[in-house]
């Protein structure tokens, strides 16, 4: 459910966080375990309701932007320990994450990757197409040159997760507002002063937008140019299927965007339509279905007796080059963003958390230098793309 609904707001907050996905969780707790007092979370529908309700869980530190595989790599410390930290089994399966690869220019650029990822401490290895049955005996590979393994790559519970990071938000004294749309923000003489919602003002002199594929409309209450597009992205469950091995990894055919990886009993799949413009619509494309199963049975012949349980669409929250918008803006004092993560933010909440956290009350973050996303980039021309989007 998205709308408004009149609760009491107080006057005033130290911050204001709009938006409680991953994003907003993670960065209300990190901003209170180091003693920020008087914050307060906007959320228009539910906790975690959002993108990070719609994404496959997948975690990976396999990117080719060396900014994106430290901020995976330093989350992974969080996944890999969430029960003893947060009290919360976020069900990590650690299976890993299998690229496959057929053309050459794949391969080019993925040993690339492979490289730098393994100069900066990934556990990443090549392999062969009979690694790749070992790993993963279902596939077709006769038009398979090789492919990326990483085993410390996995999947988790999305909604544990971020529940994880409120509740623990919320015991440091973080307040989060459900149900709770933002429809303003006040700016004059260059700075922040306040949030705006239907019913009442929220005097503060910190904003950070978390909105996800909602950004745009945040950035615009605020006279800010931010280039974060919605773009429908499906996934679907199967039934109880035992002819597909459950140890075998996230298994991705990259020029298809085709993924798979065990879910309970069953699997999880789904495949990226490139051409699909930016939208708005959240339903199920039936026809985009059937083009899904298709390239599954295409690749995994196994599959061909699966029946699809359920399906689902959300939203990608896209920038022109793939990567996030951390940071500040010059001309506007007060005004933080966490947005634009393009498919990828669910596995990078942790790390974002904790480098927004240091950009806010240190004035750098010094854990990992997220400079690269910094939002003036786009006005710079400075963009980076990121290659390993699926
Ligand atoms: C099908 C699919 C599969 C995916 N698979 C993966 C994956 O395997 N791994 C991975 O890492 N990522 C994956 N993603 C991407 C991932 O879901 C997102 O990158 C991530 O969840 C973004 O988190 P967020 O907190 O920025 O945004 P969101 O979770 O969207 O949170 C933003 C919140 O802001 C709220 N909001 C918006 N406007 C307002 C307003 N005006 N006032 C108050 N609140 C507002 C929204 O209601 C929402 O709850 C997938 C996405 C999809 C759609």
């Given at each position: 459910?998205t709308?408004?609904?009149?609760?009491l707001?107080?006057?005033?907050?130290?911050?204001?966080?709009?938006g409680?996905?991953?994003?907003?969780?993670?960065?209300?707790?990190?901003?209170?375990?180091?003693?920020?007092?008087?914050i307060?979370?906007?959320?228009?529908?539910?906790?975690?309701?959002?993108?990070t309700?719609?994404?496959?869980?997948?975690?990976?530190?396999q990117f080719?932007t060396a900014?994106n595989?430290?901020?995976?790599?330093?989350?992974?410390?969080?996944?890999?320990?969430f029960?003893e930290?947060?009290?919360?089994?976020?069900?990590?399966?650690q299976q890993?994450y299998?690229f496959?690869?057929?053309?050459?220019?794949?391969?080019?650029?993925?040993?690339?990757?492979l490289a730098?990822?393994?100069?900066?401490?990934v556990?990443?290895r090549?392999?062969?197409?009979?690694?790749i049955?070992?790993?993963?005996?279902?596939?077709r590979?006769?038009?398979?040159?090789?492919?990326t393994?990483c085993?410390?790559?996995?999947?988790?519970?999305?909604s544990t997760?971020t529940?994880g990071?409120?509740?623990?938000?919320?015991?440091?004294?973080?307040?989060?507002?459900e149900?709770?749309a933002?429809?303003?923000?006040?700016?004059?003489n260059?700075?922040?002063?306040?949030?705006?919602?239907?019913d009442?003002?929220?005097?503060?002199?910190l904003?950070?937008?978390?909105?996800?594929?909602h950004s745009?409309?945040?950035?615009?209450?605020?006279?800010?140019?931010?280039?974060?597009?919605?773009y429908?992205r499906?996934?679907?469950v199967?039934g109880?299927?035992?002819?597909?091995?459950?140890?075998?990894p996230?298994?991705?055919?990259?020029?298809?965007?085709?993924?798979?990886?065990?879910?309970g009993?069953g699997?999880l799949?789904?495949?990226s339509?490139?051409?699909?413009p930016?939208?708005e619509?959240?339903?199920?494309?039936?026809?985009w279905?059937?083009t899904?199963?298709?390239?599954?049975?295409?690749?995994a012949?196994?599959?061909?007796?699966a029946?699809?349980?359920?399906?689902?669409?959300?939203?990608?929250?896209?920038?022109?080059?793939d990567?996030?918008?951390l940071?500040?803006y010059?001309e506007?004092?007060g005004?933080?963003?966490?947005?634009?993560?393009?498919?990828?933010?669910?596995?990078?909440g942790?790390?974002?958390?904790l480098?927004?956290?240091?950009l806010?009350?240190?004035?750098?973050?010094?854990?990992?230098?997220?400079?690269?996303?910094?939002?003036?980039?786009f006005?710079e021309?400075?963009?980076?793309?990121?290659h390993?989007?699926?």
């Open positions: 459910m709308g408004t609904r009149s609760v707001l107080p006057p005033s907050a130290d911050a204001v966080i709009i409680a996905g991953i994003m907003g969780c993670s960065i209300a707790w990190h901003l209170s375990e180091r003693g920020m007092r008087n307060v979370v906007l959320e228009r529908d539910l906790i975690g309701r959002g993108s309700a719609d994404a496959a869980g997948g975690i990976r530190s080719s900014t595989i430290l901020l995976s790599q330093r989350s992974l410390e969080y996944w890999e320990h029960e930290r947060f009290g919360v089994d976020i069900n990590f399966r890993g299998l496959l690869l057929t053309t050459p220019e794949e391969v080019e650029v993925f040993q690339r990757n730098l990822q393994q100069s900066l401490g556990p990443v090549w392999v062969s197409p009979q690694d049955h070992e790993l993963c005996p279902v596939l590979l006769d038009d398979v040159l090789g492919g393994f085993p410390r790559d996995g999947w988790a519970d999305t997760s529940q990071f409120a509740a623990a938000a919320r015991r440091n004294g973080v307040r989060f507002i149900h709770t933002v429809t303003g923000i006040d700016v004059r260059g700075r922040v002063q306040a949030v705006l919602t239907a009442a003002r929220i005097a503060t002199p904003v950070i937008s978390c909105a996800g594929p745009r409309a945040i950035g615009k209450m605020a006279g800010l140019e931010v280039p974060i597009d919605p429908r499906m996934s679907f199967t109880p299927y035992p002819r597909v091995p459950s140890h075998v996230m298994t991705i055919e990259f020029a298809r965007s085709l993924y798979f990886h065990p879910d009993h699997f799949f789904g495949m339509n490139q051409h699909e930016t939208s619509n959240k339903t199920v494309d039936q026809e279905m059937l899904t199963i298709a390239a599954l049975i295409d690749r012949p196994a599959f061909e007796d029946s699809v349980l359920r399906g689902w669409a959300g939203f990608y929250e896209v920038t022109p080059d990567n996030p918008l940071g500040s010059a506007l004092d005004f933080v963003i966490a947005a634009g993560f393009s498919g990828h933010g669910f596995m990078q942790p790390a974002v958390g480098a927004v956290s240091e806010i009350l240190d004035g750098t973050s010094h854990s990992i230098d997220v400079s690269a996303f910094r939002p003036s980039r006005a021309g400075s963009l980076l793309q990121e390993n989007v699926i």
